[in-house]
């Protein structure tokens, strides 16, 4: 066990740059986008950013973490803090409070990395859990691993033509619009101004053989007509789905399952071993969501849950205030 006092000290996202984080990525294999400062600049929303660095008593670096600052009260952490070693994980959160508040924060919630030990709170709405494919194999054994029904969809795809090719700047109005109009069928309301500046800033952060990812554009043959898309960020051995997309065509085609196929493909090419498919449902009673989980759990990847989510009071006085919102925050 780390036994010693864990320091902690501001820092800005340019100091958190790949050589001072290449140690994580070595001792995990990859980082959560929401850790990685040049992407999470971008997929903070209406967040504002702050970063913070742990160190031992020894001077060594023991973590660090990139905290979303919402609605002036409210810390979260997204999959960290990044830490050295799991036991460095309670010791690095306790040493951040004093620092949060001192920002006048009251509340710090923390989606927990996976496989990090429980950190006392009260549980949080939101848990996480995702499915993970090991692409590491050839592609024919990678495809052959796929259900038999993902299988024909993608074989069904392709030979109706559709085409997947890297999604160009002239062609990042029409991802957004058509991404808005499919959370709309689902009765989720998307702002298409703000999904416009997250897509721009993801394709221009991703560009020609980026290693931070890629963009994927389907069409209808030789047409230049968008029927649908992915967005793809990698890190060390990983790369993350991050969105996607499918137009209603007609006739209905499985265009996502060929979009993802494709995805697989070029992150194999680019070294990554993992593939992570980026979140399960554990709600079972939602329709859309049960749909949702069908398509990526046929792609038969690992389900792994991670540790709960808790919303820690940085003052005692949030406590009662926490236990009547139960789970709503």
Known sequence: MHQNIIRVRPVSLIDLNEARLAPFVIKHGHLSVHQVPAIADIISEDARLA??????????????AIVKIRHRI???????????HRDLFIPCLNALKPALRRMGLLLLRVYPPYDAPDFPGIPAK??????????SRSEEDLLKSFSPNHRQSIRKAASAGIRVQDLKAGDVAAYVKGHVAMFARRGIPKSEAESLGLVGGLHQLCGDESANGFMLSAHTGDSDHLVGGGIFL??????????????RTEPPLPVLHLVLWEAMKRARAMGCL???????SLDDNDIQLKAVNDFKR?????????PATVVVPLYSFMKPV????????
Not at 51 to 64: D, I, P
Not at 74 to 84: E, K, N, R
């Open 51 to 64: 970063a913070y660095e742990f160190f031992e008593e020894s001077g060594q670096m023991a973590g660090y």
């Open 74 to 84: 409210l810390a979260d952490i997204s999959f960290g803090p990044v830490v050295m």
């Open 126 to 135: 939101f848990n996480w859990a995702t499915s993970v494919v090991d692409i």
């Open 234 to 247: 990698c890190n060390g051995d990983t790369c993350d789905y991050y969105q996607g997309y499918a137009d």
């Open 274 to 280: 993992r593939f992570d498919l980026s979140g399960i």
């Open 298 to 306: 046929w792609f038969r990847g690992e389900i792994i849950r991670y």
């Open 322 to 329: 926490l236990r009547l919102a139960g789970q709503r925050i």
